[in-house]
């Protein structure tokens, strides 16, 4: 199950734990408060990876200060191995505005990718971010473009699949499509889905 940008409430219920499609893995491509990713821990058995997204949102506070969620996986700059696939991670956006929480500068963008390129030089079957790639993905407006540096790592690692959020759906739904130079399949997990990889 992959996800995104909203609290959905078809997931966000109670009784979802038993009506839950049957899923080995959820990935979740940011911009998710912390109470909706710890709700999913208490309700699925199975691994739940994050990335954060823009909105800082992530984390819980009961009082002591925010710390992250529990139950859940935080898969930014690293590989993460769970129901049999490595999952590489890649939280936030290209900056678009001073001082906005979430945001990385292109050199941040090439070190971090980077980086995360070589952890991943064994392979890895998902790219999980929260910015496109840049493609048919990519939003109108400034704060919504692709980011070039995970279109470079989809080209050296060769992920199956690219999950990613950010992209609402105010532009209309943009279909799935298959990226031509590294043959990955990516999906925007705006709202909620299922896939099968």
């Known amino acids: 199950m992959v996800l995104a940008d909203m609290v959905h409430p078809f997931v966000y219920r109670e009784g979802f734990g038993r009506t839950a499609p049957a899923v080995d893995l959820v990935l979740a491509a940011g911009d998710l ?13 199975v691994p739940i990876l994050y990335v954060h997204g823009n909105h800082g949102d992530e984390s819980v506070d ?11 996986i935080a898969a930014h700059g690293r590989v993460v191995t769970a129901a049999g696939l490595r999952v590489a991670g890649w939280g936030g956006v290209p900056r678009y ?29 998902v790219l999980l971010t929260h910015a496109p790639p840049l493609g048919p993905h990519t939003g109108s407006d400034y704060a919504h473009r692709g980011c070039p540096e995970i279109t470079r790592f989809m080209a050296r690692r060769r992920p199956r699949l690219v999950v990613h959020g950010h992209v609402h759906e105010y532009e209309g739904r943009k279909p799935d499509y298959v990226d031509e130079a590294s043959g990955a399949c990516v999906v925007n997990a705006y709202g909620y889905r299922v896939l099968e990889l």
């Open 33 to 45: 408060p912390g109470y909706y990713l710890e709700f999913l821990a208490s309700v699925l058995t």
């Open 62 to 72: 009961e009082g002591d200060g925010p710390i992250p969620p529990r139950g859940v």
């Open 97 to 125: 505005r001073p001082g906005g929480e979430g945001q990385y500068s292109p050199s941040q963008a090439r070190h971090g990718l980077g980086w995360l390129a070589w952890q991943a030089r064994r392979g890895v079957d």
